[in-house]
């Protein structure tokens, strides 16, 4: 296997400032795609550039072989900006190896990912037919919340019909430990701001006496939470799945340093709800972050107002079986009626719902053939958990196409995905490449 030319053309993709959410990025996108596509071409694979009213999606495809499973790969080839640049210690689109790592935008979330399992199908081609029919599905806008996916989804339904869809966007639960997810949390963004007064003004004429807007909205966020660290939302909770044994049983055996966990983070205390566990906050639990806020002079120097306009942006990051309509909108409604606080303008972003699979399930013989090829290529037994990130179109995998699908991640818990100095560890591109041959060959001795 050509390990150097895998490594060489990943870090022709990491290159591409493919930023989603930057509208100077277009010309990015479609070179991204294009990119994709000439890859695939040059394999002998069919490829296809899908358009959208948004960002395109790449769509490859591999022979059709009757009676085998149909895998359908899915992953995202648009990344964060890459702001604060200066905070980087090689610019972000010049990806760079140092210390069995490649560091750069996208490298880990999620180029490197993807880029895996195309390496393997291309060592496969190499050696000869592929075991199985593989569908590659990459799409522009996962980073800002997939909007024209699930239209895509419906319009291609026939072309994208598979057995199962295979994803690789998450991390391993602990560094090193090969991990299979069976769970995603979902998501629900929304902004709110707030007007305590017809204008900002001078705080020495007027201060004492005139709403300050920027004090009004940090009581409105400190009262989000309880002193035990529960949202007081009424109905946040509501429709919560409480973990099972099996659950709690697959979750004793992650091996979890909280003190290396805590100095990863590099705060003083973990904080959170009271009477979970760390892990169980952030897997099984729904919450609230306040993710921005701003109001008043920004400028350089000072400027003595009393501001009449502030905002916050937040996310709530919700589990199996919330709805992110529901809580969406049991935010509006505690928000809303705080006029005590001034004018409040709530502004809903976008949103998407969690994703559960049952382990033990129709999809166990295909989570068993996942599990053995981690084994094998990794040496370890692989932990089953599930993962605290979004990745808002899986649970639309099942809906629209009906298929669920495995989450078999390869990045690291700490490649600094969405942050300044993202990596991939090669060592998990090796292993990863591996798996991924494993896997797909495995498949291929099903009959379906
Ligand atoms: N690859 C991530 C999901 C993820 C999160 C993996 C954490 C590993 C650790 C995905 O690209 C992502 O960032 N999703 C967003 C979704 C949002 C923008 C709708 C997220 O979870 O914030
Ligand atoms: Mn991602």
């Not at 522009?140 to 199962?164: M, T």
């Not at 566990?277 to 920004?298: I, M, V």
């Not at 400027?303 to 992110?324: E, G, H, M, N």
Request: charge should be negative; proline fraction near 7%.
């Amino acid at each position: 296997m050509n390990w150097a030319e895998h490594l060489e053309s990943l870090q022709e993709f990491v290159s591409i400032p493919s930023v989603s959410t930057d509208p100077a990025h277009r010309p990015d996108m479609d070179k991204a795609c294009q990119w994709l596509c000439s890859w695939a071409r040059q394999q002998g694979l069919t490829a296809e550039i899908w358009p959208t009213a948004g960002h395109p999606s790449v769509y490859v495809e591999t022979r059709p072989l009757p009676d085998k499973p149909v895998l359908l790969i899915y992953g995202h080839y648009d990344v964060q900006p890459a702001e604060d640049v200066e905070l980087w210690t090689d610019p972000p689109f010049r990806p760079t190896v140092r210390e069995d790592r490649l560091y750069g935008r996208g490298a880990s979330d999620n180029k490197g990912q993807i880029w895996t399992h195309c390496a393997a199908i291309q060592s496969l081609l190499a050696e000869g037919p592929l075991p199985c029919q593989i569908k590659i599905l990459i799409e522009g806008e996962e980073e800002v919340g997939s909007p024209n996916l699930p239209q895509l989804l419906e319009e291609r339904r026939d072309r994208l019909n598979a057995d199962l869809v295979l994803v690789s966007d998450t991390s391993t639960a602990v560094k090193g430990v090969p991990t299979l997810h069976y769970s995603l949390r979902g998501i629900v963004i929304f902004e709110v701001h707030l007007q305590t007064a017809g204008r900002d003004v001078h705080s020495g004429v007027f201060g004492g006496t005139s709403p300050n807007a920027t004090h009004r909205l940090a009581q409105l966020i400190a009262r989000l939470h309880d002193d035990q660290g529960r949202v007081v939302i009424p109905g946040f909770y509501n429709r919560v799945r409480v973990a099972d044994e099996r659950e709690k049983e697959l979750l004793e055996r992650v091996p979890f340093d909280a003190q290396v966990y805590q100095e990863f983070i590099g705060c003083s205390e973990l904080v959170g709800e009271a009477g979970y566990s760390t892990n169980e906050r952030r897997w099984f639990r729904p919450t609230l972050d306040c993710n921005g806020l701003g109001g008043g002079f920004q400028g350089e120097g000072s400027k003595t107002i009393v501001p009449a306009r502030a905002w916050a942006k937040f996310s709530a990051r919700l589990v199996a079986d919330q709805r992110p309509e529901e809580v969406l909108e049991c935010c509006r409604r505690w928000f809303e009626p705080q006029t005590w606080a001034g004018r409040i303008d709530f502004r809903a972003d976008h949103g998407g719902p969690p994703y559960l699979l049952d382990p033990y399930g129709p999809m166990s013989g295909y989570l068993d053939k996942a599990r053995a090829a981690l084994r094998q290529a990794w040496q370890q037994e692989p932990l089953l958990v599930r993962h605290g990130g979004a990745i808002p179109i899986v649970s639309q995998f099942q809906t629209i196409l009906g298929l669920s699908t495995l989450l078999m991640g390869f990045g690291s818990p700490d490649d600094a995905i969405h942050s300044p100095n993202e990596k991939f560890e090669l060592a998990n591109f090796r292993r990863g490449l591996h798996t991924s041959r494993l896997f797909l060959s495995s498949l291929g001795n099903l009959r379906v």
